[in-house]
């Protein structure tokens, strides 16, 4: 059973959690704030940590310094909770070694998806033998399921600018554009499409926050020809602009 360890101060979004992931069939522990996160999470190993980032005694930025620091809990994905929009602390947070944000108050279906597609990918890149059985949230996913996603996803990856269409990846992995829209649902909880974009834009995310490259580079290199579309899906799934991304950076490493 996929275990989450859930870590905020507030006892009432602890419980909303909690009581949300039990009913999609994960095992949850919770914390009360930063520094009894890190030692349940030494302690249990949970396979993703949802953290709040204003917590008494420790912070979420802090506690997840601490967790990348600790050989034994550094592979753990670690998801902010915030009700904040700053730029400065979503880009912190990156630096800080999270892999995403979701905002307060909870939009569940959100919460679902972001689980789904970071669990998904997590096992993707750990587990060499691809007959394996993964759970998401609300399906099963069979061997092949997994297959076929691995394929799309090496395709995906090893081309941002020319992504084959559906019917296009169906061929090259040997399915129908039916099977392959229903194995990408169950592993990761999109769409192709959607998929596809997700992709796009963390690469696009990883290449601001690791790179100089000026933006319209980053954007054609993740497949957007035109800038403007590319910073509209881009402040819509991170909360803040390519630019404002890149200038925090900046700040954030001039002061350091």
Request: aromatic share 6%.
């Amino acid at each position: 059973m996929t275990r989450i360890l859930v870590v905020d101060d507030h006892a009432s979004d602890r419980s909303l959690l909690a009581d949300f992931l039990g009913q999609q069939g994960f095992r949850v522990y919770m914390a009360s704030d930063g520094l009894d996160g890190v030692n349940k999470a030494r302690a249990c190993r949970p396979d993703l940590i949802l953290m709040d980032i204003s917590m008494p005694r420790c912070d979420g930025m802090s506690a997840c310094r601490q967790l990348k620091d600790d050989p034994a809990t550094r592979e753990i994905p670690v998801i902010f909770l915030t009700a904040s929009c700053h730029p400065e602390e979503r880009v912190a947070g990156l630096e800080a070694g999270a892999i995403d944000y979701i905002t307060k108050p909870f939009h569940f279906d959100e919460v679902r998806l972001r689980l789904a597609i970071h669990l998904t990918l997590e096992l993707e890149s750990s587990v060499p033998a691809p007959m394996v059985e993964i759970a998401t949230p609300g399906t099963e996913a069979t061997s092949l399921d997994v297959a076929l996603f691995r394929q799309v996803r090496a395709i995906v990856l090893g081309n941002f600018v020319d992504v084959p269409d559906v019917e296009t990846l169906a061929r090259q992995t040997s399915t129908s554009a039916r099977r392959l829209s229903l194995a990408l649902k169950r592993c990761t909880g999109l769409t192709v499409f959607d998929y596809v974009r997700e992709e796009r834009l963390r690469e696009s995310k990883r290449m601001l926050l690791e790179t100089d490259s000026d933006i319209a580079t980053i954007a054609m290199r993740v497949g957007y020809t035109n800038g403007a579309n590319f910073s509209t899906a881009f402040k819509a799934r991170f909360g803040i602009s390519p630019t404002d991304m890149r200038n925090s950076r900046d700040r954030n490493s001039a002061l350091r």
